[in-house]
């Protein structure tokens, strides 16, 4: 077998030699994972997909909910020079305003999903994706992380100092519940955690306009305090002093930008037609993040909003306004426990569109090819389950500092904003002069760019000791492992060729017209995966070791569902047919070395289970059948084998030795 297993798995039915098996495992994934999903259903691909409102909720916001750490951190940086406040936020409400539009000309480019590491790879070449692709799986990790921490920090914030003790174990728990929403389902996950996102406007909404409008009579005085600022401003620091603060702040502020991303790496999960449904989330995106955090930074100075240790600027902010507007307590708890609970619906962009971005690399060869397949709830399982995981190492490693999460989580959305920004600002200059408006175009990139590097370079210089070293550290490690496993996998696949080259050209057998299958009669049954060397091996080792003893050859195979394949509404058409067109393949050769053959399929998301559910299937219509299948064989074992190869043959031998029945494992050896 070829195949690579996946971790989900799917009711036996009916004389299942598993039905001997308590149900309480079974009934507990249904309970935490919901059913598995029908691949029957023509419609299945629209039922997953989301509109823009939906994908607004759950990939918009991750750059919604960035309102609650970035634009705080930029006017901490400021000091006591709060009157350059205005200016910061003018920038903010520009950066957005001009990332999302280089996002939505990536859309436009790249309308099947144009996240970091495809771009990268089309654009700029293979390191340039996988460079990019490993910062976004570490950018993703940290999505996740970052957000959960950020909103622990705002509930906590109007708890008692006491209870600041849960707070850790808290995030753990909320990072272990969205792990197993999003196995169950993008679509369940976001209409889930809807209701948050709603109140979160809603809060915000008031919190923002509302405080502005009730110290309108301030507003003069304000901007009278802006005036002297500058002038002070001026003396003590000078023009390039204040310059050099100003984009200091500005830069350190950058996490307010970090989810715009998410939207073009989302592009699967979204309703037909994808481009138009994409733009227009981009577009609420982007119009919700830069009135709120422009907004925000606004109301810090309108408000002369003083840091607290123990709370954050929102918090303090909140408490003002409810104080002045006569909305109580209750207004500030739940302005608060909305921006927590944001946060933890933001989260949902790293387990969305982490596992994606793991998925496509994985079908590229540069991750363990497992990370490619989906779930019986078709959703990347495996890459949802390493998401979680490594958040939660990250959450235990900074013992859920915001600060530190913050400058750690920054550097590598910038080193992916940069590369994209690059990639289309070279491709539009490579075709100059094609009658579109590249100009304009490539105005608007190099302008994104300019400001993407600046922003990366100043973090990365003034937060490297910070924790900025670890992530540049680990995105190296990450990329040298990637390169690795790609270089393993080009290996393998060549001795494979070589192993097998002299099978392509069997001689045939001369005049020898074939008898029809007989299911009376010994039958081999040869598991197999895509038409290869390993399964024609197959095929001739079970002869060449029960000489005459098989008048039958059947061949066995199940089509995957894979991330990779997974793309619309024809993905099931498309894999049966691939996957019979194969065994026709198998079934023809045997046929021309006088063996009577026929073949059986299925698909479905987990290979073994489909597999053996084939299996049990065939005893029935020929009783006097033996299994064969193949398995890599490597020499020398080492650890990270187990990791990049599957052990299909032996989880399929283990399970028809339970139903009692024999599967030959003949193994292919490999240096």
């Known amino acids: 077998m070829d195949n690579s297993p996946n971790a989900g798995g799917q009711d036996n039915g009916p004389g299942n030699s598993l039905n001997d098996k308590p149900d309480l495992h079974k009934r ?7 059913k598995p999903r029908d691949l029957n259903d023509r419609r299945i691909f629209h039922r997953l997909s989301v509109i823009a409102f939906l994908a607004w909720v759950g990939l918009g916001a991750d750059g919604l909910s960035s309102s609650a750490y970035g634009p705080e951190e930029a006017f901490r940086t ?13 920038l903010m409400i520009a950066t957005v305003l001009i990332i999302s539009a280089c ?5 436009e480019r790249f309308p099947h999903g144009g996240g970091g590491y495809v771009v990268a790879t089309a654009l700029l070449g293979e390191k340039m994706g996988v460079v990019s692709g490993s910062a976004l799986l570490i950018d993703y990790v940290l999505t996740i992380t970052v957000s959960i921490a950020a909103a622990g920090d705002a509930i906590f914030s109007f708890l008692p100092a006491d209870w600041r003790v849960l707070k850790l174990p808290t995030e753990i728990l909320l990072i272990v519940l969205l792990t197993i929403i999003n196995i169950r389902g993008v679509k369940e996950s976001i209409i889930m955690l809807m209701p948050v996102f709603l109140l979160f406007l809603a809060t915000h909404a008031v919190l923002i306009f509302g405080g502005i409008a009730a110290n309108a009579s301030q507003l003069p005085a304000t901007a009278m305090q802006v005036s002297n600022g500058f002038s002070y401003g ?4 000078g023009i390039g002093g204040m310059a050099l603060l100003f984009i200091h702040a500005f830069s350190l502020g950058g996490g307010t930008y970090t989810g715009i991303e998410a939207v073009s790496n989302g592009l699967p999960i979204m309703r037909e037609p994808r481009q138009r449904t ?3 989330t981009m577009i609420y995106m982007a119009a919700s993040l830069a009135v ?3 907004g925000l930074v606004v109301c810090y100075l309108v408000w002369n909003v003083q840091f607290d240790a123990e ?11 409810a104080q002045k507007l006569s909305l109580g307590k209750p207004f500030v708890i739940l302005t608060l426990i909305s921006e927590g609970a944001l946060l933890v619906v933001a989260a949902q962009a790293g387990f969305i569109d982490g596992p994606r971005v793991l998925a496509n690399m994985a079908v590229d060869s540069w991750t363990p090819r497992r990370f490619s397949c989906l779930s019986e709830k078709l959703t990347t399982q495996n890459g949802i389950v390493l998401m979680g995981a490594a958040a939660l190492a990250a959450l235990w490693y900074t ?62 210089v003034e937060k490297f000791g910070e924790g900025g070293w670890l992530t540049l550290l680990t995105t190296s490690l990450v990329v040298l492992a990637c390169f690795g496993i790609r270089k393993h996998y080009r290996q393998m696949n060549v001795k494979l060729a070589n192993l097998y080259a002299n099978l392509a050209c069997l001689p045939k057998s001369a005049g020898k017209i074939c008898d029809p299958v007989d299911p009376s009669q010994p039958t081999a049954a040869i598991l197999v995966g895509g038409y290869s060397g390993l399964g024609i091996h197959t095929m001739l080792a079970a002869l060449r070791m029960f000489p005459g003893q098989f008048k039958n050859l059947l061949f066995l195979s199940v089509g995957v569902i894979d991330s990779g394949i997974f793309k619309g509404a024809d993905t099931m058409d498309y894999l049966r047919k691939q996957t019979e067109d194969s065994l026709k393949k198998y079934a023809d050769m045997a046929r021309e070395q006088g063996m009577p053959a026929t073949y059986r399929m299925a698909v479905g998301t987990d290979l073994i289970e489909e597999m053996e559910k084939l299996c049990l299937e065939e005893i029935k219509k020929f009783p006097s059948i033996t299994f064969f299948a193949g398995q890599l064989i490597f020499h020398r074992p080492r650890w990270y084998q187990a990791i990049l190869h599957n052990g299909t043959a032996f989880a399929i031998q283990k399970r028809l030795q339970l139903a009692e029945r024999t599967l030959v494992i003949l193994p292919a050896r490999v240096k």
């Open 234 to 237: 001026a003396t003590t620091l």
């Open 28 to 34: 507990l994934r249904r309970f935490l994972f919901g």
């Open 399 to 460: 013992n859920g500092n915001i600060q530190r999460l913050v400058v750690m989580y920054s550097i590598n959305v910038f080193i992916t904003f940069s590369l994209s920004m690059l990639g289309m600002a070279r491709s539009l200059w490579s075709g100059r002069g094609g009658g579109r408006p590249w100009k304009r175009q490539l105005a608007l990139f190099v302008v994104g760019l300019t400001f993407c590097l600046t922003i990366l370079s100043i973090t990365v």
């Open 103 to 107: 996002y939505i000309r990536i859309i």
């Open 278 to 280: 994409a733009k227009w």
């Open 78 to 90: 400021l000091g006591q020079h709060t009157y350059l406040a205005v200016p910061i936020a003018l």
């Open 292 to 294: 709120t955090a422009g």
């Open 311 to 321: 709370k954050t600027l929102n918090a303090v902010l909140s408490e003002n306004v």
